[in-house]
C-alpha cells in the first residue's frame, strides 16, 4: 500500500513541464550547446551555428566572428524572394563556404524552395540556376561538381551546374544491386523516414571515382509487414522485407565495386563475395593517398571473432590483406559498434590500429605492408578516439577513458608514435568530447559536467587556449525545472566490481517524502548508458520521468562498452542479460539504502529496442523486485533477430542455450503490470516477437498490455508522442496508483541541425 503522504496526483501542468524536458524542447532551452564544426577545405578554419547565429572560427588568429553579415543578408533575402527574413531566423539550409573559384567572401545556401547566392563583400543575394549540393541520401564530390545517387538500384551522377546526368551502373537486379542497404532494418524505415533511396559509397580525393559495393539477397526468406490503414486508403498494404535468422545458411553477400566517372568503368573487387550480416560493414572503407592510390577495407567474419584490414587497388581490382587479428570473442575496431574504426591510414603508408588485445583498448602501429612495428599506448585505459596526427612530429592526439576516478570521464591525451612521449592534454573532471579537423594543429574540445552544459574551446597543440567559442548556461533549462542527476558508483551483484550510474531527483524533491523508482535502462554491449557529461542519449526521458515525480536511474552494469574487454565481454554469450539484470537489482537496493526517500518497493522499467527487451526480462523474471513495466519495441526472442546481432555479440547458437535468448519462455512468472509497445511496421524488430510474447502469456493465463501504433517503424517516428504519453500514462497509474491527467503531448518536433552531436 502506499502511504497517502506519499501519493502523487498529477496536472496537465505536470505533464507539460515534462514535455518540455524532452529534446529537442530542452536542448532549445541551451542552444548554445552544440557546437558542430563545418571544416574549411584545408581545415585551417570551421564554422559551425550558435542558436541562430553562423559563426567563423579561425584558430590560428585566435578569431571567432560572424560568418556574414547576418543584418544584410536578411534583408537582401526579404527583398529578392518576397518572404520577411530576420537576422536572427535566417531560413538558410545547405549552406556551402569555399566556392570553388568564388569569392571567398561568397557563400550558397538554399531557402524557399530555392538555391541562392550571397556576397558578403557586394551585399548581393541572387537567385541560382545551379542545382543544389547533395540532398538526404545522396553523396556530393569533394570539388562539388558532381552528386552521386541511387535510381532503381544502379548508382548515378550528375553534375551540380545540371548539365550532365549519367549511370555508372546498369545491371542492378531485384535483391542484387548497388550502393543500397540490407533490407532488414531499413526497407520500410527508409520510406516512413522520407527517403526514397540512400546511396552509401565514398568519391575519391580527386573526385574521379567512387568505392560502392553490390549486395546480393536474392533467395533470402522473407518476412512481411502488413501496413493496415495506408494514409491513402484502401486495404492494407503488404511490405516484403528480406530478413534471414541468426544461424541460416542463406546470408547476404557483397561485392566492392570501385566506379569512375571519366571512363564509365565498373571494377569488381577480386575474390569471392563476402557474407554480408552487418549494416556497418558498408562503410568501413577509406581512399588513402592524395589522389585515391588506393582503398582501406575493414572486413570481420560472420561471428564477429576476426578482423581484416585490406587494401583494394583501385586500378586492376586486387585486394591484399594486410592485418589480421583474431580473438575467442567478437574483436572490434572500436569500442563503440556504431562509432567509426579507430583506424588511421598516415600519409606515409603506415597504419595506426586500435586493438583489445591485452584486455583494453589501444593503439598499435603497423607498416604500409601490415608488418608490426609497436605499440604506440598501453595501461588499464583504452583510446575512445584519435583526433589528429601529426606526422611531421611523429604525435598522435587521442581521448581516452579510464584515466580518471570515473572511468567513462574522457580526457585529451597525446603520445609519440613509437610509444613515448605521452601527455595528459587534460587533467580535470570535465567529459571531453573533443574533434580534430581533418589538417590543422588545433583542437575542438567539448567540455561538460553533469550540470554544466559543454564549453566549447580550440585548443593547440599543449591544451593552451586559442579560442573560446561557447559557455552555454541552464538559466532556461532550470526555470522550466530541470536539475542536473546526481553521478554515483555501487558494487555490482558479484561484490567487488564497480559500476556507475545517474539518478535524477523527482521535481519538487521533497527528502521527508517516499518516491517510486523507474529504471530507464538500455543494457546491451553495443552502447554504454550513463554518461558523465550534460545531455542524455535518450531524447531527455529521464528528466521528463523526474518531472512526474519518479526518481529514475540509468546504470551500466556488467557487459556494456569503454571499460576493459572483461567488462564487455560479459554479455558474450549471455544476451539474456542475467548478469546484468543481477547488477540492475544489486545497485537499486543499495541506493534504496543510502537513500531513505526512494521507495525499493515500487520498482518500474522502461527501455526501447535492447531495453524493451530487458524490461519484460525484469518483470518476468524478478518479479518480486520489478512490479511495472513498459517494453518498446522489444526483441522477445534473439534466435530470431538480427543475424549479426546475435552471432556477434552472443556467439553460437545451441539448443541448450537458446532459451537464455527467449524471454517466451518465463512468461508464467509475470506478476506485475507490463505493457508491450510495438510499431506495425517495425524492420528492425519485427512486430511478430511482441506477439509471440502475448501468445506466450495468454498461453499461461496472465494477463497483460499492449500497444500496437499503426504506421510507424522501430523508433515510432511520427507518433513518437502518442507512445510517450502511453508510457508516462502507465506508470503513474501503476506506480502513484493515480489516474494520469488529460493532457496530450504535441507531435515531437524534429532535431535541430546543429543539435546533432556527432556520436563516439
Same mark, same amino acid.
Not at 167 to 174: F, H, K, N, R
Not at 728 to 739: F, K, M, P, Q, S
Given at each position: 500500500m502506499i502511504d497517502p503522504v506519499d501519493r502523487i496526483h498529477l496536472t496537465d501542468s505536470d505533464y507539460a513541464r515534462a514535455e518540455q524536458m524532452l529534446a529537442p524542447y530542452r536542448d532549445r532551452l541551451v542552444p548554445q550547446a552544440a557546437v558542430v564544426p563545418q571544416w574549411s577545405d584545408e581545415g585551417a578554419t570551421f564554422r559551425y551555428r550558435s542558436g541562430t547565429r553562423h559563426v567563423q572560427v579561425d584558430p590560428a588568429a585566435g578569431t571567432r566572428r560572424d560568418a556574414f553579415d547576418h543584418?544584410? *543578408?536578411a534583408a537582401a533575402l526579404s527583398q529578392a524572394s518576397g518572404h520577411a527574413v530576420e537576422a536572427d531566423d535566417l531560413p538558410l539550409t545547405s549552406v556551402e563556404y569555399e566556392i570553388p573559384d568564388r569569392d571567398p567572401e561568397v557563400i550558397r545556401f538554399s531557402a524557399f524552395d530555392a538555391r541562392w547566392e550571397w556576397s558578403d563583400r557586394t551585399a548581393t543575394c541572387t537567385q541560382m540556376e545551379d542545382g543544389p549540393p547533395a540532398g538526404p541520401g545522396e553523396v556530393e564530390s569533394p570539388d562539388r561538381a558532381w552528386v552521386a545517387f541511387r535510381r532503381d538500384g544502379n548508382v548515378w551522377v550528375r553534375s551540380r551546374d545540371g548539365q550532365q546526368e549519367f549511370?555508372?551502373? $546498369? $545491371?542492378?537486379?531485384?535483391h542484387w544491386d548497388y550502393g543500397g542497404l540490407l533490407d532488414a532494418a531499413t526497407t520500410v524505415k527508409l520510406p516512413l523516414l522520407g527517403l526514397d533511396s540512400v546511396l552509401v559509397a565514398a568519391w575519391s580525393p580527386d573526385s574521379t571515382r567512387l568505392i560502392t559495393h553490390r549486395i546480393d539477397q536474392r533467395g533470402l526468406p522473407e518476412q512481411v509487414l502488413v501496413e493496415a490503414a495506408p494514409p491513402a486508403g484502401g486495404p492494407p498494404v503488404a511490405h516484403r522485407i528480406r530478413y534471414p535468422m541468426p544461424g541460416d545458411e542463406a546470408q547476404a553477400t557483397m561485392t566492392w565495386h570501385v566506379l569512375d566517372i571519366r571512363?564509365?568503368?565498373? *571494377?569488381?573487387?577480386?575474390g569471392e563475395p563476402e557474407v554480408l550480416t552487418s549494416p556497418y560493414a558498408l562503410d568501413r572503407r577509406w581512399w588513402s593517398g592524395a589522389q585515391g592510390d588506393a582503398v582501406h577495407v575493414l572486413h570481420q567474419s560472420r561471428d564477429g571473432r576476426t578482423l581484416e584490414l585490406r587494401r583494394l587497388d583501385p586500378v586492376t581490382g586486387a585486394m591484399t590483406t594486410l592485418i589480421t587479428e583474431t580473438g575467442c570473442t567478437r574483436v572490434d575496431p572500436s569500442p563503440y559498434l556504431h562509432a567509426p574504426p579507430v583506424l588511421r591510414i598516415l600519409g606515409s603508408g603506415e597504419i595506426l590500429w586500435w586493438s583489445q588485445r591485452d584486455g583494453w583498448g589501444h593503439l598499435y602501429r603497423y607498416s604500409s605492408g601490415g608488418e608490426l612495428l609497436g605499440r604506440i599506448t598501453e595501461g588499464q585505459w583504452l583510446v575512445r578516439r584519435v583526433l589528429r596526427v601529426d606526422e611531421e612530429r611523429a604525435q598522435v592526439w587521442f581521448l581516452a577513458n579510464g584515466l580518471h576516478e570515473d572511468p567513462y570521464i574522457r580526457q585529451i591525451c597525446r603520445v609519440d608514435l613509437d610509444g613515448g612521449g605521452f601527455v595528459r592534454i587534460t587533467d580535470d573532471d570535465l567529459d571531453h568530447d573533443a574533434v580534430g579537423p581533418p589538417r590543422g594543429d588545433y583542437i575542438l574540445d567539448r567540455a561538460s559536467t553533469l550540470a554544466r552544459p559543454p564549453r566549447a574551446r580550440v585548443l593547440g597543440d599543449d591544451g593552451h587556449l586559442l579560442v573560446a567559442l561557447e559557455a552555454p548556461d541552464t538559466t532556461s533549462l532550470e526555470a522550466a525545472g530541470w536539475s542536473p542527476p546526481e553521478r554515483f558508483h555501487t558494487t555490482a551483484a558479484d561484490g567487488h566490481t564497480p559500476i556507475y550510474g545517474l539518478l535524477w531527483r523527482p521535481h519538487g524533491f521533497d527528502p521527508a517524502q517516499r518516491y517510486p523508482v523507474v529504471d530507464h535502462t538500455y543494457p546491451g554491449p553495443n552502447i554504454h548508458r550513463a554518461s558523465p557529461g550534460f545531455g542524455d542519449l535518450f531524447t531527455g526521458e529521464p528528466e521528463a520521468l523526474a518531472? @512526474?515525480?519518479?526518481? +529514475? +536511474?540509468a546504470l551500466d552494469g556488467r557487459g556494456t562498452p569503454v571499460r576493459s574487454k572483461a567488462f564487455l565481454d560479459h554479455s558474450y554469450g549471455d544476451l539474456g542479460m542475467a548478469a546484468a539484470l543481477d547488477d540492475h537489482v544489486a545497485a537499486l537496493r543499495e *541506493?534504496?539504502?543510502r537513500h531513505s526517500w526512494l521507495d525499493t518497493d515500487r520498482v518500474g522499467i522502461t527501455g526501447h529496442s535492447g531495453g524493451g527487451f530487458f524490461t519484460a526480462r525484469a518483470l518476468l523474471t524478478r518479479p518480486d523486485f520489478f512490479s511495472v513495466g513498459v517494453s518498446q519495441a522489444g526483441p522477445h526472442d534473439f534466435s530470431m533477430y538480427l543475424p549479426f546481432w546475435v552471432e556477434h555479440y552472443h556467439g553460437e547458437i545451441t539448443e541448450e542455450g537458446r532459451?537464455? @535468448?527467449l524471454n517466451t519462455p518465463?512468461?508464467?512468472k509475470l506478476r506485475g503490470k507490463l505493457l508491450l509497445i510495438d510499431g506495425e511496421l517495425d524492420d528492425n524488430v519485427l512486430p511478430h516477437q511482441g506477439m509471440r510474447l502475448v501468445d506466450a502469456l495468454i498461453e499461461a493465463d496472465v494477463d497483460v498490455d499492449m500497444l500496437v501504433v499503426p504506421g510507424v517503424e522501430h523508433t515510432f517516428q511520427g507518433r513518437f508522442h502518442y507512445v510517450m504519453r502511453r508510457t508516462?500514462?502507465? @506508470? +503513474?497509474?501503476?506506480?502513484?496508483?493515480?489516474?494520469p491527467p488529460s493532457y496530450r503531448l504535441a507531435p515531437f518536433p524534429p532535431m535541430p541541425d546543429w543539435a546533432v552531436q556527432p556520436s563516439g
Open positions: 543584418e544584410r *543578408l549511370a555508372l551502373t $546498369d $545491371d542492378a537486379e531485384p571512363t564509365g568503368q565498373n *571494377l569488381a573487387a577480386s518531472a @512526474l515525480g519518479f526518481a +529514475v +536511474v *541506493l534504496g539504502r532459451s537464455a @535468448l518465463h512468461a508464467g508516462w500514462d502507465y @506508470l +503513474v497509474r501503476h506506480l502513484h496508483a493515480t489516474e
